[in-house]
């Protein structure tokens, strides 16, 4: 699809859980969370909320150096994407301060910063984020709408009801070549498109997936078909909305849990991140064969555009690190780890600009340890 802003973000969330041998390390805010991804994941305690440190961080590929841009205390920064190469402008969801930031980078030297607060509702939580033009759309998971910034004017418009379900979790965005907006309801198990005529003529229309629950991610392809991932029920599919069909790629390994998706339109292929199976999967869509397991890669989680013959991911490891992962067709991978500057952090979006280099968020989490309980997980 032709866009006046480039969409390079592919969604790079974040799993907000370590899992380990019967217990967990929560991160802040997985108790008051429990639609984050692993949520399938739970917490009997409420760890106790404090200002945490979070940066936006510059990764050069050519020079193997990161420029570090500190945000605002306790932002929870979640998903990034980026549009233009001179200057860069990058777009953060600021999930634990109800904001959407924006970095306009032209060197090291010259930046310069903007927050955008949603404060319709309180608690909001921007999420997840897709580009259009000059709009900039997010899912506001507390408030349960989805939001519209314009970024001529700074001003944003807010989408609910009119079809949505109340308490959907919303998740995953992605703006379909029509024009469309597509969302994962993390709670409500379904995949939602919403049509906008104006900002007050608009619909929403919702899409069951079967037995598939919690879908967290989407990415979709110049036909329009939707794909998607679901790490509570361990399967990665795709949706065909004109069929009202949903596919399923079988044999997943169990408790993979596959977090982010990006469609690969060089190999018609899907890409997705298993955290807990240290592992990037690929299902080709033509063939819907057993998806290729790559790895081993610690925590991978958060997925970049697929460009050429690369793909970047975030690394939720005991380190915190950025990944290079390179695929040559039809199955070899090699990757490459680079540590962040800051050890210990969670990275979460990820985003390819068009001048090759890597934009990345993280914050540090604070951690409590708790029993697991495990929630609509594979067998």
Known sequence: MARQIVDNRKHARVALAVIGAGLVWVALLAAALPSLPARALASNSSPSVTPQTAFLYRFDPNTFSFFTRTLPLGSVPID?????????HVWVTLFGSDKIGRLVFTST??????????????????????????????????????????ALTGQIDEFFGNGLSSDSGLAGIDIAPDGSIWLAGQKSNRLI????????????????LGSTTGPYAVAIESDNSIH??????????????????????????????????TWDSAHEASWFSEPSGGRIGLFFKGTLGIPAQFGPITR???????????????????????????????????????????????????????????????????????????????P
């Open 80 to 88: 990034v994407a980026v549009t233009g190469t001179s200057p860069v």
């Open 228 to 261: 998607f991932s679901a790490p509570a029920s361990n399967s990665v599919g795709f949706l065909t909305p004109s069929l009202n069909q949903t596919v399923l790629a079988p044999g997943i390994p169990p408790n993979h849990y596959p977090t982010d998706i």
């Open 109 to 150: 030297a010259q930046t310069s910063w903007t927050e955008y607060a949603v404060t319709s509702t309180a608690n909001s939580q921007p999420f997840q984020l897709a580009l259009r033009g000059n709009e900039v759309w997010f899912t506001e998971q507390n408030a349960n709408r989805v939001g519209r910034l314009n």
């Open 193 to 208: 498109r919403l049509v906008v005529t104006d900002t007050n003529d608009f619909a929403f229309q919702q899409y069951t």
């Open 300 to 378: 991978p989680v958060g997925l970049s555009r697929f460009s050429g013959n690369t793909l970047w991911v975030t690394q939720q490891d005991a380190i915190g690190q950025l990944a290079r992962m390179v695929y040559t067709y039809p199955a070899t991978v090699n990757f490459t780890s680079y540590p962040l500057p800051t050890r210990g952090l969670f990275p979460t979006g990820v985003a390819l600009a068009g001048d090759g280099s890597v934009w990345l968020a993280a914050y540090a989490p604070e951690r409590s340890y708790v029993p697991a309980v495990m929630r609509n997980a594979a």
